[in-house]
């Protein structure tokens, strides 16, 4: 089992639509939760980080967590063309060791 | 420069062969981390430094791999006797890790391609 899963997509979303994208990550011991995009062939930016359980908005993005559940996820809203790459989410105890999800690919349609 | 720089930036190689790979974090950036990716892949984590101090190592997937951080600031990560496996994007990237910081934004580098053959 990976420590942190994402479902590969493509996700597909016509351009306006909320983009929802999840995570879910095996170690309960998880303090701090990231999500970053990747643009093909760039490296990865940081997008919002959580570690609070509930909703953090920043702009048209919102970052989801539940640690009961083990479940963090990403919605943004009025996706944009711009806003198609790899989202990952990444996950960290403390600040030493990170785990990193596969990502998904989001594909926002005109 | 302002950010994260690596070199060389793709690096071709005979199976067999040593490899260095060097990284350059922001100016005044406590903490530096090493990844390895593969296509389609997330980063996968490799090793952790605080300042000069390698705090973990536990991603280093045998002892061919091996890095340093002698003055806290540049670092390279040291491949002995690539296999054709060892193919991948490397990435490092830096974060402030100030003391008491309740979270540190990590800035990747643009990574290093290598390639054994």
């Known amino acids: 089992q990976k420590e942190v899963e994402q479902n590969s997509g493509p996700l597909s979303v016509p351009e306006g639509a909320i983009a929802s994208l999840n995570c879910t990550y095996s170690?309960?011991?998880?303090?701090?939760f990231f999500w970053y995009r990747q643009y093909s062939g760039k490296s990865p930016e940081l997008i919002m980080f959580?570690?609070?359980?509930g909703d953090k908005e920043d702009g048209r993005f919102t970052a989801q967590l539940n640690k009961a559940s083990q479940y963090v996820s990403l919605l943004i809203r009025d996706s944009q063309p711009s806003d198609s790459a790899t989202y990952l989410c990444?996950?960290?105890?403390?600040?030493?060791?990170?785990?990193f999800g596969s990502g998904t690919k989001l594909n926002v349609k005109p | 420069g302002a950010g994260v720089s690596q070199s060389p930036r793709y690096k071709v190689t005979k199976r067999g062969q040593d490899v260095a790979l060097r990284c350059d974090p922001i100016s005044g950036h406590v903490s530096l981390y090493w990844y390895r990716q593969a296509l389609g892949q997330g980063p996968e984590f490799l090793t952790y430094f605080n300042y000069e101090a390698q705090q973990d190592k536990s991603g280093l997937p045998n002892d061919r791999f091996s890095a340093e951080r002698p003055e806290g600031s540049i670092s390279t990560l040291t491949i002995q006797r690539t296999e054709q496996r060892d193919s991948a994007m490397y990435r490092c990237?830096?974060?402030?890790?100030?003391?008491?910081?309740?979270?540190?934004?990590?800035?990747f580098g643009p990574g290093t391609r290598l390639t054994v053959l």
């Open positions: 990237a830096s974060s402030l890790g100030a003391r008491g910081s309740s979270y540190n934004e990590q800035f």
């Open positions: 170690d309960r011991g998880s303090q701090s």
């Open positions: 990444a996950v960290t105890y403390n600040f030493n060791k990170f785990y």
């Open positions: 959580i570690y609070s359980n």
